[in-house]
């Protein structure tokens, strides 16, 4: 059945008359119609449709026919016939003439829907396929954007550890210095002792160069005295000798005198 235009028609709608506009189902031998309560159920009468079944009441919906009621056929489930009997006369010229604009106007209204919704679903898949082209930009540049970070995270990395690195040296170098001065301190301390050592040893020599020398001026000391007292054993000597001599020469005398 279809629907008129009243300008507020929902995608539900637009894609019921699409689905109307392409019904490729075999149409039915019989005129299109609609319900009337009015003008519904089989009818009262002798007459029988090619299955022998009694004639059911329509009301004709499409084309110059659109309101003019018929009997048809009674079938509801099997192929329907082609049995057609007009209960109303048929219409005006100028009634058929304007109904038959009016459905012209309602099939240009329709096909120029369906050409909307198709240009509508074209654009609408083309943004379908725009967004997952994006989305899939998207996840590539999320991706590049871990790598990145990953990559400055790593050279971060490597830029601490090349600093640690050189702080590593330059206390290593500190050190390696600090050895040098201690080993330098050390050598002089050696050098210092070995000094200390010798002039012990110099000392030494020294205290008993002393000592001997001491020892010899005792010697001398006690030798002078020697000395002496052999000058004053010499004078007593020669004071003895002279005392002699005087004796011997008063002898001599008292000898040449008798
Ligand atoms: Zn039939």
Same mark, same amino acid.
């Given at each position: 059945? *279809?629907?008129? $235009?009243?300008?507020? $028609?929902?995608?539900? $709608?637009?894609?019921?008359?699409?689905?109307?506009?392409?019904?490729?189902? *075999?149409?039915? *031998?019989?005129?299109?119609?609609?319900?009337?309560?009015?003008?519904?159920?089989?009818?009262?009468?002798?007459?029988?449709? &090619?299955?022998?079944?009694?004639? !059911?009441? !329509?009301?004709?919906?499409?084309?110059?026919?659109?309101?003019?009621?018929?009997?048809?056929?009674?079938?509801?489930?099997?192929?329907?016939?082609?049995?057609?009997?007009? %209960?109303?006369?048929?219409? *005006?010229?100028?009634?058929? +003439?304007?109904? %038959?604009?009016?459905?012209?106007?309602?099939?240009?209204?329709?096909? #120029?829907?369906?050409?909307?919704?198709?240009?509508?679903?074209?654009?609408?898949? /083309?943004? %379908?396929?725009?967004?997952?082209?994006?989305? &899939? @930009?998207?996840?590539?540049?999320?991706? /590049?954007?871990?790598?990145?970070?990953?990559?400055?995270?790593?050279?971060? #990395?490597?830029?601490?550890?090349?600093? +640690?690195?050189?702080?590593?040296?330059?206390?290593?170098?500190?050190? +390696?210095?600090?050895?040098?001065?201690?080993?330098?301190?050390?050598?002089?301390?050696? &050098?210092?002792?070995?000094?200390?050592?010798?002039?012990?040893?110099? &000392?030494? @020599?020294?205290?008993?160069? %002393?000592? +001997?020398?001491?020892?010899?001026?005792?010697?001398?000391?006690?030798?002078?005295?020697?000395?002496?007292?052999?000058? !004053? !054993?010499?004078?007593?000597?020669?004071?003895?000798?002279?005392?002699? =001599?005087?004796?011997?020469? =008063?002898?001599?005398?008292?000898? $040449?005198?008798?």
């Amino acid at each position: 059945m *279809p629907s008129w $235009s009243d300008g507020e $028609s929902t995608d539900d $709608s637009l894609l019921s008359e699409f689905d109307h506009g392409h019904n490729i189902s *075999p149409r039915p *031998p019989m005129p299109e119609s609609i319900l009337l309560h009015e003008f519904t159920g089989y009818e009262d009468c002798d007459m029988r449709c &090619k299955h022998d079944m009694p004639m !059911y009441r !329509y009301v004709c919906f499409e084309g110059a026919n659109t309101g003019r009621r018929f009997l048809g056929c009674g079938c509801k489930e099997e192929v329907m016939c082609d049995t057609v009997h007009w %209960v109303d006369h048929e219409w *005006p010229c100028t009634l058929k +003439k304007s109904l %038959v604009k009016i459905w012209t106007m309602y099939e240009e209204e329709r096909d #120029s829907r369906i050409h909307g919704n198709v240009e509508y679903a074209t654009k609408n898949y /083309q943004l %379908v396929l725009q967004k997952k082209e994006l989305e &899939k @930009k998207n996840l590539e540049l999320h991706k /590049q954007l871990g790598d990145t970070l990953e990559y400055v995270a790593e050279a971060t #990395s490597h830029e601490l550890e090349v600093a +640690k690195r050189q702080e590593a040296e330059l206390q290593v170098a500190s050190l +390696k210095e600090e050895k040098k001065k201690l080993e330098f301190e050390m050598a002089r301390r050696l &050098k210092a002792e070995e000094d200390v050592a010798t002039l012990m040893e110099e &000392k030494k @020599k020294v205290e008993v160069e %002393v000592a +001997k020398r001491l020892q010899a001026e005792g010697i001398i000391a006690s030798l002078k005295e020697e000395k002496r007292q052999l000058e !004053y !054993y010499v004078a007593d000597l020669l004071k003895a000798h002279h005392a002699h =001599k005087e004796k011997m020469k =008063k002898i001599a005398e008292i000898c $040449s005198l008798e």
